[in-house]
């Protein structure tokens, strides 16, 4: 039996989340501990708000050593906006801040360009690099939904990271990736009508 558990450490649209996945058919469990943390088998790390107040919590709990034994396992994780970003080495936000280094990468902030606020609130079409499973059945240049200020240059990924990228602020920026187990995505899947609805439902049936 699948057990898909939303890591609830304070911040993150976790209801929103449940509600996708009550949508679609299935049970979903909010984890705070270790233990509980353990006893998944698809794993979502959500997250809205300041990447190093994000590790400050996740630490507290001891949740982030367990977020790195989980990713061991081979099960897959999916890291949602502030979440995908958590997955990577660090953080440039309110200085210098170390992630999780489950994926090779930076996260900074949009740049400031002349006809583009800070952050980005809008749907914007995802754009296909590589063949990722989260997309099955979902076609190329589709739009999801997004809210961030910080962002993944996508051109400074390693080339073994199967993509999708998005483009603001003449930036090209990470929108989605997947590395073995390792998933996330910039959007918001729970907020992104239909599409994101099949999304969610591709990573459940990993």
Request: contains cysteine; aromatic residues 10%.
């Amino acid at each position: 039996m699948k057990t898909i558990s939303i890591v609830n450490y304070g911040l993150g649209n976790i209801h929103s989340i449940q509600n996708a996945i009550d949508y679609l058919g299935y049970k979903s469990k909010l984890v705070a501990t270790p233990k509980e943390l353990s006893e998944a088998t698809h794993l979502i790390l959500p997250g809205v708000g300041a990447f190093p107040y994000a590790m400050k919590l996740l630490k507290e709990n001891d949740l982030n050593e367990s977020i790195l034994e989980f990713a061991k396992t081979g099960k897959p994780i999916l890291g949602i906006c502030l979440g995908m970003q958590l997955l990577f080495e660090e953080s440039s936000e309110n200085g210098l801040s170390l992630g999780l280094n489950l994926l090779k990468g930076k996260v900074d902030r949009f740049k400031l360009t002349k006809g583009f606020s800070i952050p980005q609130i809008q749907w914007n079409m995802l754009i296909k690099k590589n063949d990722c499973t989260l997309m099955a059945g979902i076609p190329d240049k589709e739009y999801f939904y997004y809210v961030n200020s910080y962002c993944i240059d996508a051109l400074s990924l390693e080339k073994n990271y199967n993509m999708y990228v998005s483009k603001y602020a003449n930036q090209v920026f990470l929108g989605l990736i997947e590395h073995e187990n390792i998933m996330g995505v910039q959007f918001h899947p729970e907020k992104s009508a239909k599409t994101g609805l099949l999304l969610m439902k591709n990573f459940i049936g990993k």
